[in-house]
């Protein structure tokens, strides 16, 4: 085997050639570069950077119509409560008033009632008034020509009945 020999080279060292030449290139290259990468590379950006200000400003406005709307429904739900509060107030002022006449119809019609019963009453008791007269009249009579035992005129018995039924009055 054959021992190969490296000459040992420095790691870092500097060729003034090739230095010129490499710094040309990198200038140029940088030159080259900035036209035609980095100018439109800014240009897309500054699009994407205006884009996201645009969509920022999107959602600011949006969120401000969601406030406006959000303030609009609570107007509305607070006008709803409102509207439904009358309209029970209504309702049970609709219904005591119905209760009230269902009550004062009830009442009058009892008092009616009560009315036709105490006539009805009257007329019955002055019915049966008028048959004990009735009743009374000819047992008086019966009586009467018994004990006189004779007949007496009509307008004597009219004046016995007429006595006898003061005196039961009376009694």
């Known amino acids: 085997m054959a021992n190969i020999i490296l000459a040992e080279t420095p790691f870092f060292s500097i060729d003034y050639e090739t230095i010129i030449p490499v710094l040309c290139n990198t200038i140029i290259l940088f030159l080259i570069l900035k036209h035609f990468l980095f100018k439109p590379v800014n240009r897309v950006l500054d699009a994407r950077k205006q884009e996201v200000e645009d969509v920022y400003a999107n959602a600011h406005e949006a969120e401000g119509n969601a406030k406006k709307l959000e303030a609009e429904y609570s107007a509305r739900m607070a006008g709803v409560k ?6 029970l107030q209504t309702a049970t002022a609709r219904a005591n008033t119905r209760s009230d006449e269902i009550i ?9 009632i009560i009315s036709r019963a105490n006539e009805e009453i009257e007329t019955e008791k002055k019915r049966a008034v008028n048959e004990i007269k009735t009743e009374i009249t000819g047992i ?9 035992n004779k007949n007496i005129s009509s307008a ?3 004046k016995f009945i007429e006595e006898f ?7």
Do not use: C, P, R
Not at 82 to 87: G, L, M, Q, V
């Open 104 to 112: 004062s119809d009830a009442k009058n019609q009892a008092k009616s």
């Open 165 to 171: 039924i003061d005196n039961v009055g009376e009694l």
């Open 82 to 87: 409102e509207e439904s509060a009358k309209i």
């Open 156 to 158: 004597d018995n009219e």
């Open 140 to 148: 008086v009579f019966n009586v009467a020509e018994k004990v006189v």
